[in-house]
T-cell receptor, first 115, second 113 residues
Framework: GENVGLHLPTLSVQEGDNSIINCAYS??????FIWYKQESGKGPQFIID?????DKRQGQRVTVLLNKTVKHLSLQIAATQPGDSAVYFC??????????????FGQGTILTVHP | KAGVTQTPRYLIKTRGQQVTLSCSPI?????VSWYQQTPGQGLQFLFE???????NKGNFPGRFSGRQFSNSRSEMNVSTLELGDSALYLC????????????FGPGTRLTVL
């Protein structure tokens, strides 16, 4: 895959378990965060986003938590399924200014779901 | 609604050549960003275009350039290719300037021999 050289963190879970993927972001000025899922041979797929005026946001089977104090972001996946197996990236952005359109990505976490 | 499309999907070039990659954003999206993905560096921002103007640029040499057309389609060009330019080049579009839910295409895999 595209990220093997980075020795990515890995998370292995059983089908049906809940998964928690963590991310430490780098810039305290970042105010917009996105989680992406990337399957082998595909581009990153948008999962969920959150702005810095929130600390929690829920989607379908996914929840993102934001802790600005410690610059930490997490993605919770409920009832994980084999189709959730992929590399998950967090990305951060500073709205406006000179950061237009620039997402800064974390290194990624490999999630493997065992049937 | 069709997603972001990128052409070609695969490309093999030799050192010293140049290459042009194309990206068609989601209909109605006016912002296009380009990223390079490699095993060693992960995903890195190249540049972003909105309304035919480059609004932001990452830390890449001048050999990497891009442009955007009036229909929001974008191209990126890499001149004088080096072995280290081998990567997956990803294009992302969003409706507005800046980020706001960037949606990615499948990428163009460039191999430089």
């Amino acid at each position: 895959g595209e990220n093997v050289g980075l020795h990515l963190p890995t998370l292995s879970v059983q089908e049906g378990d809940n998964s928690i993927i963590n991310c430490a972001y780098s810039n305290s000025a970042s105010d917009y965060f996105i989680w992406y899922k990337q399957e082998s041979g595909k581009g990153p797929q948008f999962i969920i986003d959150i702005r810095s005026n929130m600390d929690k946001r829920q989607g379908q089977r996914v929840t993102v938590l934001l802790n600005k104090t410690v610059k930490h972001l997490s993605l919770q996946i409920a009832a994980t399924q084999p189709g959730d197996s992929a590399v998950y990236f967090c990305a951060e952005n500073i709205s406006g200014g000179t950061s237009y359109g620039k997402l800064t990505f974390g290194q990624g976490t490999i999630l493997t779901v065992h049937p | 609604k069709a997603g972001v499309t990128q052409t070609p999907r695969y490309l093999i070039k030799t050192r010293g050549q140049q290459v042009t990659l194309s990206c068609s954003p989601i209909s109605g999206h006016r912002s296009v960003s380009w990223y390079q993905q490699t095993p060693g560096q992960g995903l890195q921002f190249l540049f972003e275009y909105f309304s035919e103007t480059q609004r932001n640029k990452g830390n890449f040499p001048g050999r990497f350039s891009g442009r955007q057309f009036s229909n929001s389609r974008s191209e990126m060009n890499v001149s004088t290719l080096e072995l280290g330019d081998s990567a997956l080049y990803l294009c992302a579009s969003s409706r507005l300037a800046g980020v706001n839910e960037q949606f990615f295409g499948p990428g163009t895999r460039l191999t430089v021999l």
